[in-house]
């Protein structure tokens, strides 16, 4: 007897690996998201100190010896771009997998076991209702400024978007005919939740993700610069931003270097979100 799977068509086996090479908005998204985590990781050991300030050297435009230019102070753009990375990407994915993980289980719970819908729904709806970034300043403001408190702040309010993806997945597998004969023959919650229900939400909660990284990161820009982010002496592309505005006419570099970078990132990761909901959904699919 001839196996099921040996009669489906080997492209509709997803393979990360195939994807990025057949899908040139995943490879770039990729490679560029790569390279800018890259950039986070080793480029601190090679760069000096983003605090060091040198009155003599303040606002220099681009040159050979300062990259990207200095800011009012005269500390080294280039280092604190450096620098500001590793908060960006610390915080977009940190926030996007621990609302991933909460989220999912959230979600899994309230699509499958319908008694704890209605409670756990209205509480997320409500947690929509209010603006994010308002949501995260007064969750700040109520507490001492840290890279953590910023995580914890964005985390809420995103939480409620991963739960309305999972559950409305889970509903719909919920309605089909198999697990209703599985319930009937007394199979385990736990063993349908974990054998037929999650591998089913994995798809659409990873696109999901990415999105909620993208998200965060804007989010944590906008923290910093309204100042009710990271503390002014942890360099952030927002508050970088924010201290080179005053300068703006007279060093537009300041501004458009570190907003430059931090539109790149945000881009590498809607391009990687874009094209993993086309090869994972598989009416997109179909397409490629």
Same mark, same amino acid.
């Given at each position: ?11 509709? !086996? ?6 990025? !090479?057949? =899908? ?6 990729? $490679?560029?998201? +790569? ?6 990781? *080793? ?7 983003? /605090?060091?300030?040198?009155?003599? =050297? ?9 990259? +990207? ?10 280092? !604190? ?24 289980? /959230? ?7 319908? &008694? ?21 300043? &007064? ?12 995580? $914890? ?12 993806? *999972? ?29 037929? $229900? ?8 990873? $696109? ?54 931090? &539109? /790149? ?17 598989? !009416?997109? &699919?179909?397409?490629?």
């Amino acid at each position: 007897m001839v196996a099921i799977t040996e009669d489906l068509p080997p492209q509709r !086996r997803f393979s990360l690996a195939t994807a990025i !090479r057949r =899908n040139p908005t995943i490879t770039f998204g990729a $490679v560029l998201l +790569f390279l800018l985590i890259a950039v986070a990781i *080793v480029g601190p050991s090679f760069v000096g100190d983003p /605090l060091k300030i040198a009155p003599v =050297n303040r606002l220099r435009p681009p040159s050979e010896r300062w990259w +990207f230019g200095t800011d009012q102070f005269g500390r080294d753009l280039f280092t !604190r771009t450096v620098y500001g990375s590793r908060v960006s990407l610390i915080v977009g994915l940190s926030v996007a997998a621990i609302s991933s993980v909460l989220g999912l289980a /959230l979600g899994l719970a309230c699509g499958y076991f319908r &008694a704890i819908d209605g409670f756990v729904m209205r509480i997320m709806d409500g947690v929509m209702a209010i603006p994010s970034i308002l949501l995260a300043i &007064a969750l700040i403001t109520l507490t001492r400024p840290g890279l953590g408190i910023v995580i $914890v702040a964005i985390v809420i309010p995103e939480v409620p978007r991963i739960v309305r993806v *999972v559950r409305a997945v889970v509903l719909g597998i919920r309605a089909q005919p198999y697990i209703e004969s599985a319930i009937a023959g007394g199979t385990r919650h736990i063993k349908l939740l974990w054998r037929h $229900v999650l591998p089913n939400t994995l798809a659409p909660l990873i $696109v999901q993700a990415t999105y909620v990284c993208a998200s965060a990161m804007l989010i944590e820009a906008s923290l910093s610069f309204l100042g009710a982010g990271v503390p002014p002496e942890v360099p952030s592309w927002g508050n970088i931003i924010a201290q080179g505005r005053t300068f703006f006419q007279i060093a537009p570099w300041s501004i458009l270097i570190p907003g430059g970078f931090l &539109a /790149l990132t945000v881009l590498a990761v809607n391009l990687l979100g874009d094209g993993l909901r086309d090869r994972l959904d598989p !009416r997109l &699919a179909r397409r490629l």
